[in-house]
């Protein structure tokens, strides 16, 4: 989030200092332990991060550990969002966090994913994925668990009454390895928003948004942790 300058000039009104990014002002991270908004806290983002486009958590710390994107920058917090670490060098794209080890970064076409699984120590193209991402596009989502990883999006074969087809694949081992649980009822020209649901008993939804035909959802881990094709 962006605080307003209420003054309307370069000079940030909370610390005197100059104001400008990409933008002409200044970028803040807005942060809030209520639900459903009320008491927020804002705190600029440092310098060296630029004008802060997404904010993503770890879910496996309960969101002690943040991660302030920009353009050109993604910078670690680990208390909460007060101060941030240097930026990661030259990574550009679509963040996906298990933990604070094991992220994924999508980039754009034909650049294959990155994985790192030493806290962003060291990032490699995912070559489990070079023949199902060539022509598809790709979008991550992790189970509440982590023990699954979803991969959706739409592409490859084409013809003229399904021009873009979406599909499903998960992977249990962090991305090594994938299956196809695509099914034959997934007949969105376009899957959108999807999100994980876990039920009382352990067994972990994903629902998918489409383009006119409604919200699928499919059954992709049970209790165990095993993927299921229901």
């Not at 670690?76 to 970064?105: E, H, R, Y």
């Not at 039920?199 to 383009?211: H, L, P, Q």
């Amino acid at each position: 989030d962006v605080a307003p300058d209420d003054d309307d000039d370069d000079d940030d009104d909370d610390d005197g200092g100059d104001d400008d990014d990409d933008n002409g002002r200044a970028s803040y991270i807005a942060k809030s332990h209520a639900y459903g908004g009320g008491n927020w806290t804002y705190t600029r983002a440092p310098d060296h991060v630029g004008s802060v486009e997404r904010v993503h958590t770890d879910p496996s710390d309960g969101g002690a550990t943040l991660y302030a994107q920009s353009k050109t920058c993604i910078a670690v917090s680990t208390d909460g969002g007060d101060t941030f670490g240097p930026c990661w060098a030259n990574l550009t794209g679509s963040l996906s966090i298990k933990n604070s080890q094991t992220m994924l970064l999508v980039r754009d076409r034909p650049l294959l994913p990155l994985r790192t699984k030493d806290g962003g120590k060291t990032w490699a193209p995912l070559a489990s994925l070079a023949a199902i991402a060539a022509d598809r596009s790709i979008k991550f989502l992790w189970s509440w668990t982590g023990k699954t990883l979803a991969l959706y999006g739409a592409g490859g074969t084409q013809s003229d009454d399904h021009p873009h087809p979406s599909y499903v694949w998960v992977s249990t081992d962090d991305g090594d390895t994938w299956t196809d649980v695509t099914g034959p009822d997934l007949i969105t020209m376009s899957a959108g928003i999807s999100q994980w649901y876990h039920e009382d008993n352990g067994d972990g939804w994903v629902f998918m948004s489409s383009s006119g035909q409604g919200i699928f959802k499919k059954l992709l881990e049970r209790g165990s942790g095993a993927v299921s094709a229901a």
